[in-house]
């Protein structure tokens, strides 16, 4: 079987086997669907628009890990792992401002279409 048939295949066997689990759980599997559900809820979603995450990257990254900042860290750190990490968390908008902020957006942008509507 070719790699993309192959790929196809698991990814719909997979996604059938968790909308099973998640829509008729197992009762094995019902505390731990539920504990997810209750988490997920609870958790503090945040957004990153893609061209703010690309001009982070291209303008922080030097200022932000450490690893390519220094020349021949490999060499220089010779058992060091090279797990660069690039934190967004504090550059992320919580998800329910955003939410506030498309509402309003999108709400100036309906009445703007309303008026150039009358206007024709």
Known sequence: MPGA?????????????????????????????????DRLAAADWRVLSARRANL?????????????????????YRNAELDMHFSLAEDM???QQFLKHHDRTRARVDLRSAACAMCQ
């Not at 048939?5 to 996604?15: E, N, P």
């Open 93 to 95: 908008t919580p998800i």
């Open 5 to 37: 048939a192959r790929y196809l295949l698991v990814r719909k066997w997979t996604w059938r086997r968790f909308q099973h689990l998640t829509t008729q759980p197992e009762p094995a599997f019902a505390g731990i669907v539920q504990d997810l559900r």
């Open 56 to 76: 982070l990257l291209t303008e922080k990254l030097f200022e932000r890990v450490f690893a390519v900042r220094i020349r021949s860290f490999n060499r220089s």
